[in-house]
């Protein structure tokens, strides 16, 4: 069954200019046109969409996601590549996940200091802001 860009980003929930791009990018193949010019999918390409989809969910890159889609065709590759790429991320998740209970400690301090019924000019959260020398994360290098 064929069908039209629009039917296509309907059946995925994807949008059509997500859709275009994948095709530019050459991880959608480039579909079929009619002698109007329309865009004309078939159910291989909703496969595709869904699978890349999935992936996006997962938070896979559009590069490795290309790379994935590529191999894909030599069923006898080993995965390994691919096992260290999923323990990539998962390590930048831990990262982020610990740089995110840092910042939720700093607030609940922030917020302990504050009565909520203060001036703000008198508030304890402003005057610790103001005294940023002394959190823990003035200190800390900038990531590039």
């Avoid at 997500?18 to 865009?39: F, V």
């Avoid at 922030?110 to 959190?135: P, Q, S």
Wanted: charged content about 30%.
């Amino acid at each position: 069954m064929l069908m039209k860009i629009g039917e296509l980003a309907q059946k995925s929930g994807c949008r059509v200019v997500t859709i275009r791009y994948y095709e530019q990018c050459g991880l959608l193949d480039a579909a079929w046109r009619t002698s109007s010019n329309y865009r004309m999918y078939d159910e291989k390409s909703l496969e595709r969409l869904s699978f890349i989809q999935h992936c996006r969910a997962h938070n896979l890159s559009l590069k490795e996601i290309k790379k994935l889609l590529d191999c894909r065709h030599d069923a006898g590759q080993s995965c390994e590549w691919l096992a260290a790429m999923i323990d990539g991320h998962i390590g930048e998740i831990d990262s982020q996940i610990k740089a995110l209970q840092e910042l939720k400690k700093n607030l609940q301090e922030l917020r302990a200091g504050c009565t909520g019924h203060d001036k703000i000019a008198d508030c304890a959260i402003v005057r610790r802001l103001h005294e940023h020398r002394h959190c823990r994360h003035a200190a800390a290098p900038k990531k590039k």
